[in-house]
């Protein structure tokens, strides 16, 4: 309660919560719930469990999107798992598309496989998080939306993307808890720094950075407003 209290007190009203471990899945529908945030559930491609994937139909119930899923060629360095995310990122696709869900994408020095895994499917909805650098403009062209975080105060490669993204395409995230801005923990909270730092990049003050990818959010996520 306190992690959520932070994050409304500097402004941060909405946060998707994913669930990208199996493991993990029961307790962020209950930490979701307790707290009326929307959630996300997937295999996340660091624990490609496809044994897991009987399961994620049933998981996904009550979500507001399909993921994390996607490609991480930091992680798998070797064909036989890099075709173990593929196998897996497809079928979250084949269920997203079929679900009419959003999909949180993860691409690690993956993005062009990644986009090219998405393109011959045609339109779809989601958004390539924690992103640092790939081809912007062939992201955007096949709709996607790009979202920042710790990172983008980190990495040139990540601001100059999080400048050139047009604002109805642009979205914010904590990438809490695994990335930190400081400390050893991450929060919700700490989008309010991000968008704070964001802002003048962008010509814009930090509340309405806030307010305009909240909007972005419930737009892709097809959340009520509020």
């Known amino acids: 309660a306190e992690v959520v209290d932070r994050a409304r ?8 919560l994913a669930a990208g471990n199996p493991a993990d899945w ?12 929307p959630f996300a559930i997937g295999i996340h491609p660091w624990w490609p469990d496809a044994e897991r994937l009987v399961d994620l139909p049933e998981a996904l119930v009550g ?20 075709k173990l995310q593929r196998a897996l990122l497809d079928a979250h ?3 997203a598309m079929a ?16 986009l090219d895994a998405i393109q011959p499917l045609g339109p779809v909805r989601g958004m390539i998080h ?3 650098r790939g081809d912007v403009d062939r992201a955007l062209s096949m709709g996607l939306f790009l979202s920042f975080g710790p990172d983008l105060q980190r990495s040139p490669a990540a601001l100059r993307a999080a400048i050139a993204v ?13 990335r930190p801005l400081r400390g ?3 929060e919700p909270s700490d989008i309010a720094a991000i968008a704070r730092y964001l802002a003048p990049h962008r010509g814009v003050t930090p509340e309405e950075l806030l307010q305009q990818t909240g909007d972005n959010a419930r737009i892709l996520f097809a959340l009520d407003p509020s």
Request: contains cysteine.
């Open 99 to 114: 679900r009419e869900l959003p999909v949180v994408f993860h691409a690690v020095h993956a993005v062009a496989p990644l």
């Open 9 to 16: 007190s500097v402004g941060v009203g909405l946060a998707v």
């Open 93 to 95: 696709l084949e269920l």
């Open 184 to 186: 050893d923990r991450g």
């Open 26 to 37: 029961a307790r962020v529908r209950r930490v979701a719930n307790a707290h009326a945030f």
């Open 130 to 132: 924690g992103f640092v």
């Open 63 to 82: 979500a507001c999107a399909v993921g994390e899923t996607g490609l991480d060629y930091v992680r798998a360095k070797d064909d036989a798992t890099r």
């Open 166 to 178: 047009p604002t109805d395409r642009l979205l914010l995230e904590s990438d809490a808890p695994d």
